[in-house]
Structure formats: C-alpha cells, structure tokens
C-alpha cells in the first residue's frame, strides 16, 4: 500500500459522501431539527458502519456473498425494510413540531449506523474501489490504517455538515419548511428502499 493509494481510496470516497443518498440525506435531517451533538452523533454511527463494511470488503466478505447469496437477500431486504419504516415515521411526522430538546447520542449514533449497516451495497462499492487501488495482500497494518482511514474521513465530512447545517437559521429555515422537506426526505428514503426491494441484484 501506497500513500497515493490512499489519497485515490479518500478522493473517490469524498465524491461518494457528497452524492445524494439515504446516509447524507438522513444526517442533514439530524442536523437542523435535533442539532449539532445529535447530527455528529449520527455521523459516528454512519462512520462506524461504514468502515465496518470497508472492513469486511478487504477481509473478503464479497467472497461470502458470492458462496451463499442468501446472505446479501436477508441483508438487502433488512435494510429496504428499514428505510421503508423510516420514511412511513417521517412522513408521518412531518407536520409535528420539533422539540428544543436534542436527540439522545446514543440513539443518534444507533440510528445512522443502522442507515448504513443495512445496505450491504455499501461494503460492495468499498470492494470494488479496494480492488482497484490498493495491491492484493495486505498486511494487518495495513487494513487496519485503510479502515481508521476511512472511519476519520467519514466522521470529518459529517462533522462539518453538522457544523454548518444546525446553525440557528439552518434550524429556523428547516423549521418554516419541514413539512415539506420531510415529505421529500420520507419519498426518498421510501424510494430507495422499495429500489433495494425491487431490483434484481
């Protein structure tokens, strides 16, 4: 492994995070209606599972799933199931009022590592970026920094989300339109879980 390596693995990874999906969509959603702890809690749940699937992808999990492709069904279909709840709760919600009290930390951060826990397709894009910048046999070390690597880059980019999105007009601009921006929020999470339900592979 190469440092340059490593700069490719951060640069395609940066791209990934600032791409619309259900992770960046749900953070921003924490930001401005529970604020900054709950929004960077949120964060290191999202991290910490991600780097979990990085993990597996260089532990060669991909392999498992190829062997028994049950196994990414009943994860596939765990996590379409569970957007799908998330956005029946936040259309449901979405003309209750926000509280002045935070999200608690613990259940921030066990609500965005289920976002990414349950889309296996996450482990599948760290494989095939994995395999296409860093050397086969890596040694201990090495995976070790790949995955603390990835772990920082991913708690950095959603702390300065949370930095910038639960100012005081952030909240209040979330605040006027949340009805609204829930519903979209609730028609996309639904969106990609019934995507994940549907398709094929």
């Not at 492994?1 to 700069?7: A, E, N």
Request: with cysteine; charged share 10%; net charge positive.
């Amino acid at each position: 492994m190469t440092f340059d390596s490593l700069i490719a693995f951060n640069l395609v990874l940066l791209a990934a995070l600032a791409s619309p999906g259900a992770a960046l969509l749900y953070a921003i959603k924490t930001c401005v209606a529970s604020g900054r702890a709950a929004g960077f809690a949120t964060g290191i749940g999202l991290g910490f599972a991600a780097a979990l699937w990085t993990l597996a992808a260089l532990l060669g999990l991909e392999g498992l799933f190829r062997l028994f492709p049950w196994t990414y069904t009943v994860l596939k279909f765990g996590g379409a199931l569970y957007l799908i709840w998330l956005a029946i709760q936040t259309w449901r919600h979405a003309k209750s009022p926000v509280g002045e009290a935070s999200r608690p930390h613990g259940r921030a951060f066990l609500s965005g590592m289920l976002i990414n826990a349950g889309n296996p397709k996450s482990m599948l894009f760290a494989a095939a970026v994995i395999v296409v910048v860093f050397p086969q046999g890596l040694a201990a070390t090495e995976i070790a920094i790949i995955v603390a690597n990835h772990f920082v880059l991913e708690v950095c980019f959603y702390g300065v989300v949370a930095l910038l999105l639960s100012s005081a007009p952030a909240r209040r601009g979330y605040l006027g339109a949340k009805p609204i921006l829930d519903r979209i929020a609730a028609t996309l999470l639904g969106a990609l879980g019934l995507r994940l339900l549907t398709e094929r592979n």
